[in-house]
Every structure is written in structure tokens, then in C-alpha cells.
């Protein structure tokens, strides 16, 4: 079992930069690949970015890429979103996920966080 705890959302001018990480706790959070997905309302939660357990490899939407950067820290138990350059059109709720395998498929993850919400303003 993995529970898994958003932080970092908030209200962020576009052009800014937020920081979002999610803090696991339970076993082997280092066995797990981590993903950030993100959802507004009346929309399925869509993929953001993943990050395989060792963090050897990332993968990110084309939405997010040149902008974003998932990373993790093992040690802290710990994994980052770093958002750069953000635009209206990323406004959401981001969720952090766990699960055995790094995909872009919201249902091959196990465990999900609270979410956290992010909210750009032009």
C-alpha cells in the first residue's frame, strides 16, 4: 500500500513557475514508477508525466514538453513536478500516481493521490 500526498498547487500569473510534489508513504516507493496527470472539470484525467522507479527514464505529454520536468528523489520519498512557463490551458487539478509500470494509461496505476490545484491567470 502507497498513500501519496499532493503539495505545491496554487494561483500563478501566466509565463510563472510552481513546483508541485508529491510525498509517498508506505513500502517500496522506489520500486514504483510515478506519474502526474491532471484533470478540469467535465474532462478526463489526462497524462502529464511519468517517471520510471529509478528515475533512468520520463516521459511527458506534448502538451508539457519543454516545460515541464518530472523528477523524484527516492531517498526523501518524494516526487517533482517542476512547471515552468505555465499558460491558462494548464489550469487543473494534478493528481500524482503510482504503479508497476511507467505508462501514459491512467489505468495502469495503483494508487492516486488528493490532487492539488493549479490555477494560471492570464
Known amino acids: 500500500q502507497v498513500h501519496l500526498v499532493e503539495s505545491g498547487g496554487g494561483l500563478v500569473q501566466a509565463g510563472g513557475s510552481l513546483r508541485l510534489s508529491c510525498a509517498a508513504s508506505?513500502?517500496?516507493?522506489?520500486?514504483?514508477?510515478m506519474g502526474w496527470f491532471r484533470q478540469t472539470p467535465g474532462k478526463e484525467r489526462e497524462f502529464v508525466a511519468a517517471?520510471?522507479?529509478?528515475?533512468?527514464?520520463?516521459y511527458y505529454a506534448d502538451s508539457v514538453k519543454g516545460r515541464f520536468t518530472i523528477s523524484r528523489d527516492n531517498a526523501k520519498n518524494t516526487v517533482y513536478l517542476q512547471m515552468n512557463r505555465l499558460k491558462p490551458e494548464d489550469t487543473a487539478v494534478y493528481y500524482c500516481?503510482?504503479?508497476?509500470?511507467?505508462?501514459?494509461?491512467?489505468?495502469?496505476?495503483?494508487?492516486w493521490g488528493q490532487g492539488t490545484q493549479v490555477t494560471v491567470s492570464s
Open positions: 500516481a503510482a504503479g508497476g509500470l511507467i505508462t501514459m494509461r491512467r489505468n495502469q496505476y495503483d494508487y
Open positions: 508506505g513500502r517500496s516507493f522506489s520500486s514504483y514508477a
Open positions: 517517471i520510471m522507479w529509478s528515475g533512468g527514464s520520463s
